[in-house]
């Protein structure tokens, strides 16, 4: 009997298509084979960690205007990035932590080997870490716990990363233990505020509380970004989810692990991007890259010959499109680094050497230094650190050598008037000295809450007097 010609088509149709079928499925067992692979290996690296430490909360719900320290615990993760005990994670998974636990990864169990590893049952060695060092401009942290054999993961090179790439996001979100999710990026250089000069990873990877500190990886296993915050309407991810980029991690980590602390550099030179407008009103050659506005008088950028109205073309070749890239590429070159800096003047380009110097001191380093149950100024509202000669090393030109630093806000004050302002150095009260924070304790507890008050502060090199009224 024959077959009707279209019936035999229609047979030979399927038959062609069934090794292709095969195919799409072999491929897609073998991404999926993979992927778990990764997600294994990774594993390993991925810690939970477990903060606890005091914050100062108001009274308010009492009536009382009092700041009172509270114990506060806190959870996150991290990374492994060194097989002798090195751990990233964000600043403000460890802020005012006095103790910090670190969950490490059991490779008899769960992500290593294919075991049972649940929330119920959390498994893996719980040990002491401490705090190496913090960066709360870049909200990063390095841990240090001690073991010499871990298995670290690399840092990428994050300006290798392309919108779309597929990137798995590691950690444990809402305290559920080694937890991946997976995405692509969605941006690879995001500003979240036109003034921040951070710029971060934007993904559509989920990403939930107890995910900060824990890495963005590629499909190599290097760590690419860490995860640092969502933006959300509803509290939870809503697919805009942001990490710190590895080459900054690089360079933080690097600096916090050999001195305990991160230096920051600048050429001494205002930088603005070039917009359309901006060109056409100053009559510029493009209307696009950046512009020096503004070139410190006797700073390294002067010395070197660089002038206002320059168009910054590179640094040690790599081209500046933005102000914002400007400022943080310079923070990678250490402090004396000899940086060639390309310009365009009157259509003309020319190459001039800088030398990079470490950038003016940010009033917030010092909030890194305060113990809340320590530093706490109640009738001040402030947490003051005393001047030492650690403190003292940080602000050289300081008139004096002793007093009181303003390095973070404690809470509500009962006093009104002018503003104390952090990195502010409180000299006297009335007209008595002050030599440190138990001194300016005792001053003001002596004084009656109708006496003046007035302090001498020093307030970006300038001596000043500060002037407060009970409310």
Not at 175 to 181: A, I, Q
Not at 182 to 198: E, L
Not at 201 to 209: C, E, L, S, W, Y
Request: glycine letters at 10%; one cysteine or more.
């Amino acid at each position: 009997m024959k077959l009707p010609i279209c019936l035999l088509l229609a047979i030979s149709a399927a038959t062609a298509q069934q090794p292709a079928a095969a195919t799409r499925a072999d491929a897609l067992h073998e991404l999926s084979a993979k992927l778990e692979a990764l997600s294994r290996r990774v594993s390993r690296a991925v810690v939970q960690i477990f903060a606890t430490g005091y914050v100062l909360n108001d009274e308010r719900e009492s009536g009382s205007n009092a700041a009172i320290v509270t114990r506060q615990r806190a959870t996150g993760s991290g990374v492994v990035v060194s097989a002798d005990g090195y751990i990233v994670t964000n600043a403000h998974v460890v802020s005012n932590a006095r103790q910090v636990r670190v969950r490490m990864a059991d490779e008899s169990a769960g992500g290593a080997t294919g075991g049972t590893n649940t929330a119920m049952q959390p498994s893996g060695k719980i040990l002491e870490a401490h705090i190496v060092g913090v960066d709360r401009e870049t909200d990063l942290a390095v841990l240090k716990v001690e073991r010499t054999d871990l298995n670290p993961l690399p840092l990428g090179d994050s300006d290798t990363l392309h919108q779309g790439q597929l990137v798995m996001a590691f950690g444990n979100p809402l305290g559920l233990e080694n937890s991946v999710s997976m995405g692509v990026v969605s941006s690879v250089a995001r500003q979240i505020k036109p003034d921040d000069t951070m710029i971060y990873i934007q993904t559509d990877a989920p990403i939930n509380p107890g995910n900060s500190g824990g890495p963005l990886v590629d499909a190599d296993g290097r760590v690419m970004g860490l995860n640092t915050f969502i933006l959300s309407q509803s509290g939870g991810s809503e697919g805009l989810g942001f990490a710190i980029p590895s080459n900054i991690i690089k360079n933080v980590y690097n600096q916090i692990k050999q001195e305990g602390h991160v230096h920051r550099s600048e050429i001494g030179v205002f930088a603005q991007t070039i917009t359309p407008q901006m060109a056409a009103g100053l009559g510029l050659s493009q209307d696009w890259g950046v512009l020096l506005s503004d070139v410190e008088p006797g700073g390294p950028g002067d010395v070197a010959g660089l002038q206002p109205g320059d168009i910054l073309v590179s640094l040690n070749g790599k081209s500046m499109t933005n102000a914002r890239q400007t400022e943080v590429d310079l923070y990678r070159y250490p402090v004396g680094a000899k940086i060639d800096v390309q310009v365009v003047r009157n259509g003309t380009k020319q190459t001039v050497q800088v030398v990079a110097v470490e950038r003016h001191g940010d009033p917030q380093r010092f909030a890194d230094m305060v113990d809340p149950a320590k530093n706490l100024v109640n009738r001040l509202g402030i947490l003051g650190i005393d001047v030492d000669q650690n403190v003292a090393a940080l602000l050289p030109e300081l008139r004096k050598h002793y007093g009181v630093v303003v390095a973070a806000r404690g809470g509500d004050s009962p006093y009104s008037g002018d503003n104390l302002q952090l990195g502010d150095v409180i000299y006297s009260v009335n007209n008595m000295p002050v030599t440190g924070v138990a001194s300016l304790r005792k001053t003001l507890d002596g004084l009656k809450e109708t006496d003046p008050l007035v302090l001498q502060v020093e307030r970006s090199g300038r001596l000043m007097y500060v002037t407060l009224e009970i409310e």
